[in-house]
């Protein structure tokens, strides 16, 4: 049977975790490339997509249907990954750790069907962007994340980082003209 995740999570509400377990399947990959993306760990974001789904299944019960059940998510996920990093930032413990694969956070996240041409240049970009976005407010860096990697709209946005919409909207511009400004060497020198 094909559920809906207002389907699905009515009938997690009701206590059928078959209901939660599909949500689970459902977004867990789209939960850990934000995570991801946000920490640049591999193995802080499997604890914060864990966190995510722990937090949904005891507050199921709040899920009004307002917004998709994946945004309900995503916001839940974005506020697991501010605290994390705001931990980290309070304890001087800001620099990611490395991936045992030697992969970058872009290489492990990369949509299927890249090219290896596509993800040389991919990871190249990485090693440009990466610092780039650690030196945005917590905020605009899920904000630019959210809409940029994850194709949300300034209103799923809004919701999400829970301000208003001219507020999500003014954040991405942020961190778009602080990128801009930041890669405007790295790209003059390559071309």
């Known amino acids: 049977m094909e559920w809906t995740d207002a389907a699905a999570a009515e009938e ?7 209901g939660f377990r599909v949500l689970v399947e459902r977004h867990s990959h789209a ?6 993306r946000m920490t640049g760990n591999e193995h802080d974001a499997e604890d914060l997509v864990q ?8 507050q199921i019960h709040r899920f009004d249907g307002r917004a998709g059940f ?3 998510l995503y916001r839940i996920c974005s506020n697991c990954c501010l605290d994390l990093l705001r931990s980290k930032k309070n304890k001087g413990e800001m620099q990611p750790a490395a991936s045992e694969d030697g992969q970058s956070w872009l290489d492990r996240v990369a ?3 890249f090219t290896p041409e596509r993800l040389a ?9 990466e610092p780039a976005l650690k030196k945005l407010t917590d905020m605009e860096r899920t904000a630019f994340i959210l809409r940029h990697y994850e194709g949300c709209d300034i209103d799923q946005i ?6 208003h919409a001219n507020a999500a909207k003014h954040s991405v511009f942020r961190a778009v003209q602080k990128l801009r400004r930041e890669l405007q060497p790295a790209w003059g020198a390559a071309q």
């Open 70 to 72: 994946g945004t309900w």
């Open 31 to 36: 939960l850990f490339r934000l995570a991801y």
């Open 158 to 163: 809004a919701c999400i980082l829970g301000v």
């Open 12 to 18: 997690a509400r009701k206590g059928n975790q078959h």
């Open 111 to 113: 949509a299927p069907g």
């Open 121 to 129: 240049e991919s990871s190249q970009i990485a090693g440009i962007l």
């Open 51 to 58: 966190e995510t789904f722990l937090r949904a299944y005891k």
